[in-house]
């Protein structure tokens, strides 16, 4: 009877310990616009991610459709099943389309939610609105949080579905209330609240709801820096948080040369929690300001971190200007603001923040590139990446997928490099074609005649836990890892330590935005003027059609100024013109016939030499018959070689 009367006050216990891990549905939107809340541990709980990825290793992710399903029922193609109470957090895909998708919730034979592919991307369709939804750089995404109770199918009715990923949350031992639309109807004001905050154009501290009531102290200081000193911004030996971090400079950040080093200890530790260049920790691409998040950025001027700082005893923070030998570096001044609170860490459910920079040029031949790779417990909640490829061709290395290893087991597997940053289709024009920002994720910068680019993503309510350790890497490269560039990347972390020297020490050449000196323009990729008689059509490239005469000016601009090499590659063909080229008043090459009894591609050729500079990188065909209503002219690509 002893041990019975355990076993049932241990199984009440129990009970009582379950029921009371109640999921909270609006509170898993409201955390979509909840910072404070990142601190703060999650156990018992798992992130993972279905995806359309080439299990084979190969770069077929979706093209062919064959690994974007797990099987076959007679309704249509399963892209999902689900065991177990969760929610799902996110769902991505370039490629929408009007077929029906079906969610079949705990093991219902009717589906609970209906709706057009396309249309939980639309921002138009309850409860999957804008901006928590939607589309740009070439993805459409949804952060919808979507509950089940005890499982959820989800079933594609079209015949074909191609790229796309789906991450989850697997809540053991919780209640949920699984979606219902009439559940989701309950909750549009905190649908409204979020989505309003993610439509800020120009983030702010006060914005978000933790901070409307948080009595927060502010301090500033105006630092100026000359090469080789360091500027304290913030040092205080209370238990407190930092829930504001804000830099003001025009330019005392911008350039090729990113000498200055954003620098935080908290408690004393061994290893700073924060060392890396101003530059990276906001998001800037190749010397310029870029990323303009809801939590980190910068506009105007204005350099911004609403990620909390949360520590235990003391904090110091500090930015270091790094001295370069035989440099005529400048004196650097802007003006750092925090603002914090007297409100020591929850030791027990909170970690504090960690930021590890790496840079690799040329990182080992088949081998990931390292986001992370941490020994111990936390959670993972963001990633900048700048990527420059050593090749003057198309940035075929961003083809390259991102893999996550959560305690020794593989959760997460992605589709592509811009993918992983809610994108899509690199080089195609209104998707992955420049820098653009939206609140969570984004390109940094896209140009395919540096043969470069760049993205950041932000984790809130997916935020990824880990009780042991995680590794995150990406590919560079198609497949095999194999190809050559140069990487750079800031993992954004919670730990109750630095978890050992996760990134690496920015210091000397590892500062510097190493210019490529080859440049590749594809002609049907850039901005085209035409004069005369001339017509172009952008096929294998550019065709230009004369009758009899006319030019085209090619914009070549983005390139550092300097002396080129100008090469051409073109096609021969029974019916070719007859072509000169120039930049602006001056002649790069004589007349060239592209005339020939058979068609051939001509490769490199050598047209000659020229200074371009910002104002001056243009170069113009002129094009006119030749013998025979030979009217023609197909170029395929035209490449520069910078001069020493």
């Given at each position: 009877?002893?041990?019975?009367?355990?076993?049932?006050?241990?199984?009440?216990?129990?009970?009582?310990?379950?029921?009371?891990?109640?999921?909270?549905?609006?509170?898993?939107?409201?955390?979509?616009?909840?910072?404070?809340?990142?601190?703060?541990?999650?156990?018992?709980?798992?992130?993972?991610?279905?995806?359309?990825?080439?299990?084979?290793?190969?770069?077929?992710?979706?093209?062919?459709?064959?690994?974007?399903?797990?099987?076959?029922?007679?309704?249509?193609?399963?892209?999902?099943?689900?065991?177990?109470?969760?929610?799902?957090?996110?769902?991505?895909?370039?490629?929408?389309?009007?077929?029906?998708?079906?969610?079949?919730?705990?093991?219902?034979?009717?589906?609970?939610?209906?709706?057009?592919?396309?249309?939980?991307?639309?921002?138009?369709?309850?409860?999957?609105?804008?901006?928590?939804?939607?589309?740009?750089?070439?993805?459409?995404?949804?952060?919808?949080?979507?509950?089940?109770?005890?499982?959820?199918?989800?079933?594609?009715?079209?015949?074909?579905?191609?790229?796309?990923?789906?991450?989850?949350?697997?809540?053991?031992?919780?209640?949920?209330?699984?979606?219902?639309?009439?559940?989701?109807?309950?909750?549009?004001?905190?649908?409204?609240?979020?989505?309003?905050?993610?439509?800020?154009?120009?983030?702010?501290?006060?914005?978000?709801?933790?901070?409307?009531?948080?009595?927060?102290?502010?301090?500033?200081?105006?630092?100026?820096?000359?090469?080789?000193?360091?500027?304290?911004?913030?040092?205080?030996?209370?238990?407190?948080?930092?829930?504001?971090?804000?830099?003001?400079?025009?330019?005392?950040?911008?350039?090729?040369?990113?000498?200055?080093?954003?620098?935080?200890?908290?408690?004393?530790?061994?290893?700073?929690?924060?060392?890396?260049?101003?530059?990276?920790?906001?998001?800037?691409?190749?010397?310029?300001?870029?990323?303009?998040?809801?939590?980190?950025?910068?506009?105007?001027?204005?350099?911004?971190?609403?990620?909390?700082?949360?520590?235990?005893?003391?904090?110091?923070?500090?930015?270091?200007?790094?001295?370069?030998?035989?440099?005529?570096?400048?004196?650097?001044?802007?003006?750092?603001?925090?603002?914090?609170?007297?409100?020591?860490?929850?030791?027990?459910?909170?970690?504090?923040?960690?930021?590890?920079?790496?840079?690799?040029?040329?990182?080992?031949?088949?081998?990931?590139?390292?986001?992370?790779?941490?020994?111990?417990?936390?959670?993972?909640?963001?990633?900048?990446?700048?990527?420059?490829?050593?090749?003057?061709?198309?940035?075929?290395?961003?083809?390259?997928?991102?893999?996550?290893?959560?305690?020794?087991?593989?959760?997460?597997?992605?589709?592509?490099?811009?993918?992983?940053?809610?994108?899509?289709?690199?080089?195609?024009?209104?998707?992955?074609?420049?820098?653009?920002?939206?609140?969570?994720?984004?390109?940094?910068?896209?140009?395919?005649?540096?043969?470069?680019?760049?993205?950041?993503?932000?984790?809130?309510?997916?935020?990824?836990?880990?009780?042991?350790?995680?590794?995150?890497?990406?590919?560079?490269?198609?497949?095999?890892?194999?190809?050559?560039?140069?990487?750079?990347?800031?993992?954004?972390?919670?730990?109750?330590?630095?978890?050992?020297?996760?990134?690496?020490?920015?210091?000397?050449?590892?500062?510097?935005?190493?210019?490529?000196?080859?440049?590749?323009?594809?002609?049907?990729?850039?901005?085209?003027?035409?004069?005369?008689?001339?017509?172009?059509?952008?096929?294998?490239?550019?065709?230009?059609?004369?009758?009899?005469?006319?030019?085209?000016?090619?914009?070549?601009?983005?390139?550092?100024?300097?002396?080129?090499?100008?090469?051409?590659?073109y096609f021969e063909k029974p019916d070719g013109a007859d072509f000169e080229v120039w930049q602006r008043q001056q002649r790069v090459s004589d007349w060239i016939s592209s005339k020939k009894p058979e068609e051939k591609l001509v490769k490199d050729r050598k047209l000659g030499e020229v200074y371009f500079t910002a104002q001056t990188s243009t170069l113009t065909f002129h094009v006119k018959e030749g013998d025979g209503a030979s009217n023609h002219l197909e170029i395929k690509k035209i490449y520069l070689v910078r001069k020493e």
């Open positions: 009877m002893k041990y019975l009367l355990v076993l049932l006050t241990l199984s009440c216990l129990i009970s009582t310990s379950l029921s009371a891990q109640e999921f909270d549905w609006e509170a898993e939107i409201m955390s979509l616009a909840r910072p404070d809340l990142l601190p703060t541990y999650r156990q018992g709980t798992m992130i993972g991610q279905v995806s359309s990825y080439d299990t084979t290793g190969g770069n077929d992710d979706g093209f062919n459709g064959t690994y974007s399903y797990i099987r076959k029922e007679e309704d249509g193609l399963v892209l999902a099943d689900f065991d177990g109470p969760g929610v799902i957090n996110r769902i991505w895909t370039p490629t929408p389309t009007a077929d029906t998708l079906k969610f079949y919730f705990d093991g219902n034979d009717e589906p609970g939610l209906v709706i057009r592919f396309e249309d939980l991307f639309s921002g138009q369709v309850y409860p999957f609105l804008r901006p928590m939804s939607g589309n740009e750089i070439g993805g459409f995404y949804t952060y919808f949080p979507i509950p089940f109770a005890k499982s959820c199918k989800i079933v594609f009715t079209g015949e074909k579905i191609m790229f796309h990923q789906i991450q989850y949350r697997m809540l053991p031992g919780q209640s949920v209330s699984t979606y219902t639309e009439a559940g989701a109807r309950k909750l549009s004001g905190a649908i409204e609240e979020v989505n309003a905050i993610w439509d800020i154009k120009k983030p702010q501290l006060a914005a978000f709801p933790n901070a409307k009531d948080l009595d927060y102290q502010t301090t500033e200081k105006t630092i100026r820096l000359t090469p080789g000193e360091s500027g304290e911004i913030f040092d205080k030996s209370v238990p407190g948080r930092i829930v504001g971090l804000e830099l003001k400079s025009d330019a005392a950040f911008t350039g090729l040369e990113k000498d200055l080093v954003l620098q935080a200890t908290w408690d004393g530790e061994s290893t700073k929690a924060i060392d890396v260049p101003v530059a990276d920790f906001f998001g800037y691409a190749y010397g310029t300001p870029s990323m303009r998040g809801m939590l980190m950025g910068s506009y105007d001027g204005f350099h911004y971190c609403y990620l909390p700082f949360p520590y235990d005893e003391k904090a110091n923070i500090a930015v270091k200007y790094h001295k370069r030998a035989g440099t005529g570096q400048v004196e650097k001044q802007f003006t750092a603001v925090v603002h914090w609170v007297p409100e020591a860490r929850d030791k027990v459910m909170e970690g504090k923040f960690y930021a590890s920079w790496r840079r690799e040029i040329e990182p080992e031949n088949g081998e990931y590139y390292t986001f992370a790779n941490l020994k111990g417990a936390g959670h993972y909640v963001g990633t900048t990446f700048l990527t420059q490829g050593l090749k003057a061709e198309m940035t075929l290395f961003f083809e390259g997928d991102d893999s996550t290893r959560v305690d020794g087991k593989m959760t997460i597997h992605g589709t592509g490099s811009e993918d992983y940053f809610n994108g899509g289709w690199y080089a195609i024009p209104d998707r992955w074609d420049k820098g653009i920002s939206l609140p969570i994720h984004g390109s940094l910068d896209y140009s395919v005649r540096m043969a470069r680019t760049g993205g950041y993503r932000f984790y809130l309510s997916d935020k990824i836990p880990f009780e042991e350790e995680l590794y995150m890497g990406i590919e560079h490269g198609p497949e095999g890892n194999s190809y050559p560039v140069d990487y750079t990347s800031v993992a954004y972390y919670y730990s109750d330590s630095p978890l050992g020297r996760a990134g690496m020490v920015p210091e000397g050449e590892l500062l510097s935005t190493v210019l490529p000196k080859e440049h590749t323009f594809y002609p049907e990729l850039v901005d085209v003027q035409v004069n005369g008689s001339l017509a172009i059509e952008r096929k294998r490239g550019v065709q230009m059609t004369c009758s009899p005469d006319g030019q085209a000016r090619f914009e070549l601009d983005g390139i550092p100024e300097g002396m080129y090499e100008v090469y051409l590659s």
